[in-house]
């Protein structure tokens, strides 16, 4: 199946659950995959909670139409769950689900792991190249120059016209070869809305936190949608502003 050539590509999400039972061992719960009965949930099952032959690691694109939009699973952080994702409950069918861990309420557990696909980015046919690129005379290929450095007024213009993160990636890093740090911080907050994906603005905090360790990104964290990415803009985060870094507002 193929886009209708004025559309944008279509975007999917992936749905895993990972199910668990557990049990007191001197006083500690223990949860595993291998401690569940026939009666309960297979170790991965779909969004609607019929077995899943793949989890994910194993879990394939449908066809050759379609890539990752994200780089990894990510843990769904939102609702009530745990700092690890986990929600509880008496058992699998139970309709009520808790993130803390509760005594004699709390015998299964399982957490929702997700993952965006879209459809591949359809190539430009050669008219769509002359109109992007048209042909120049000799004189004026003698004079061709390399695209301009983005410049602080035009920066959010730029990434606005970009179809995806990765070609916003490729203004950003012209962008930190031009722009000073009092300039920079006036842009975070903007760059971080023209994103799509929280992937992305992690990946963009980090750049930030290596290239101007001195500007305090602690307070853009928030805007990040996953816990896991939340840990993985702390680790670039100078030791300093460890503590005064919070968590997305989910969780």
Not at 131 to 148: T, V
């Amino acid at each position: 199946m193929s886009l209708p050539e004025d559309e944008e590509p279509t975007t999917k999400v992936e749905i895993l659950y990972e199910n668990q039972r557990g049990l007191w061992i001197c006083g500690t719960p223990h949860f595993s995959y291998k401690m569940l009965n026939p009666f309960d949930n297979p170790p991965w099952t779909d969004e609607y909670q019929r077995f899943s032959p793949v989890d994910i690691h194993s879990a394939q694109l449908p066809d050759p139409s379609w890539v990752w939009a994200d780089p990894y699973w990510h843990i769904d952080m939102s609702g009530d769950v745990d700092e690890d994702g986990w929600e509880y409950a008496f058992i699998f069918q139970c309709q009520s689900w808790h993130g803390d861990f509760r005594f004699f309420r709390s015998f299964v557990r399982r957490r929702r792991w997700i993952r965006h696909r879209k459809y591949k980015d359809r190539k430009p046919t050669f008219a769509e190249q002359q109109m992007i690129y048209p042909l120049k005379d000799g004189a004026e290929d003698d004079e061709a120059q390399e695209p301009a450095p983005a410049k602080s007024e035009d920066i959010i213009a730029r990434l606005e016209e970009c179809r995806i993160d990765r070609e916003r990636f490729v203004v950003i890093k012209d962008y930190f070869q031009s722009c000073g740090e009092s300039e920079l911080r006036s842009k975070i907050h903007e760059i971080l809305c023209a994103l799509n994906y929280s992937y992305s603005r992690t990946r963009f905090l980090s750049m930030v936190n290596q290239h101007y360790p001195e500007i305090d990104t602690s307070d853009y964290l928030s805007q990040l949608d996953f816990y896991s990415d939340y840990k993985t803009a702390t680790k670039t985060l100078p030791q300093h502003t460890h503590a005064t870094a919070s968590p997305p507002s989910c969780l």
